[in-house]
């Protein structure tokens, strides 16, 4: 499986990191190899078998939908970069 | 008496019998890392401050006959991926250089609140990608035995900690083998926990389905005494069942006569050293001298294991690494003020090499029309390696393997291949996927360096492989062997 230049940095540009040229070739040679390897995985038949998400068998933990105070709301808010009045301030979006 | 040799157990039987404080310990450990942690690097950040004015407060608590934990006034380090509050907790990546989290992990709380003493942050692999501890955003940590050498990783620090005596014990988390395998390469005991057993709360996740906790101690006993104090169910981890804890201390003490312990083939492959060969062997023949029976055995999907969890790992790493954004905490490039490029600057300068590796091989995986090929695959196929031991377990008490197919390699060795450091992980990652607990413990030497032997048990059966292990190591004394570090 070769990973040519140019999806390795459309893959980049998905995981929203830039990449210089040196980057991208680098990538595209590690990330061929491994998924070479990963190739491995095709060699066997898995017609039927479930797959493993969740290995000791819990399924959906369930509490009531009430609100407990963690006591350090202005302390998660204020680590944000920039806030004020208790919100996160975000760049303009629109 | 070397008080920072002591085992964390004999300190709290030193403590409690008044033989010593736990300020003459606390100070006594800081001035080891002093010592020698300018070559070892196994520390980001030290609490020097709280973690002597802890033990000043455990002191006057024990002079006037408090009751306390058993984990008061014992110096213990922590990897750097547990949140604690007001320490600055860095993941080992740049992103969260500065973060000083405002509140602790569960793991953390419990420790803080039987009066332990938090002595400081150890280094690790960039939030525990990695097997060397070369992966650390800011400086990789040396082995204790040859400082030429990786201690191993990604729980790096915290092995070469306790190997080095810079605290009486001290906490990872284990992946794919991250626990297991430097405590291997450090001559510590390592205990990975199955997966649930310890709450995650407030750790930082990498891969969520995998992610475990637990200590890295001088010997099995303590590690036993560890893991009781901090297994259990935990309401803020959705994924700890109210699975019964057991009495690991008692547990231990009692033989093995009649274990039944099983030699899996396919750990004894080409590729593995001669010499940690012969070591895993004549660990068998060991509890065979002991009582136990050792019987072949077979696991046959173990060399897909490693495919699979590597695309397991990236995927959810893709998705867990998502979250440092530069919105709500860590760093924050803003010279533009376009949504977009804040994204792209703060996680392009923020994440190292291997991470921005594996968040691109699982957004690749994740892909729209990859998946079933990819991330599905993979999911089966850790099912088939999850029915192999337990299968095996059906009618096998231990498995017994070799930790890594090879001792500590160089500094340097695997950087521009990161395949090879992948394969590293051969023996540790079956039993991450099938989510089963592994001990690993000092078993021998190759070429001067430790080598370790792994012993995997069944789901939440944490007091037999202890129970194993704590008698090997009472008929052996290879986890008593101390390096000196030059």
Known sequence: ?94 | MDLNKLTALETFEGLRDKKFSSEEITKKYLEQIKSFDSKVGAFITLNETEALSQAKLVDAKIKHNESLSPLAGIPVAIKDLFCTKGIKSTGASKILENYVPPYDASVVKTIRESKGVIIGKTNLDEFAMGGSGENSGFFPTHNPWDISRVPGGSSSGSAAAVAADMCAYSLGTDTGGSIRQPASFCNATGLKPTYGRVSRYGVMAMTSSLDTIGPITKNVEDAAFILQQIAGRDEKDSTTPAEKVDDYLQEIKKDIKGLRIGLPKEYFIEGVDEEVRNIILSAAKKFEEMGAEVIDVSLPHTDLAVAAYYIICPSEVSSNMARYDGIRYGLSKRDSRELLDLYLDTKTSGFGAEVKRRIMIGTYALSSGYYDAYYKKAMQVRTLVKQDFDKTFEDIDVILTPVSPTPAWKLGENTNNPLKDYLADIFTIPASLAGICGLSLPAGFAGGLPVGIQLLGKRFDEKTILRAGYQYQQVTSWHNKKPDIK
């Open chain 1, 1 to 94: 499986m070769k990973l040519s230049k140019a999806e390795v940095e459309h893959i980049a540009k998905l995981a929203r990191l830039n990449l210089t040229d040196q980057d991208a070739n680098l990538y595209s040679q590690q990330l061929s190899d491994i998924l070479d390897y990963v190739e491995k995985l095709q060699t066997i038949n898995t017609d039927g078998v479930e797959e493993t998400s969740q290995v000791t068998g819990l399924v959906n933990v369930m509490r009531d939908d009430e609100i407990q105070e963690s006591g350090i709301s202005n302390e998660l808010v204020g680590s944000a970069p920039e806030n004020s009045n208790g919100y996160v301030k975000v760049p303009k979006i629109l």
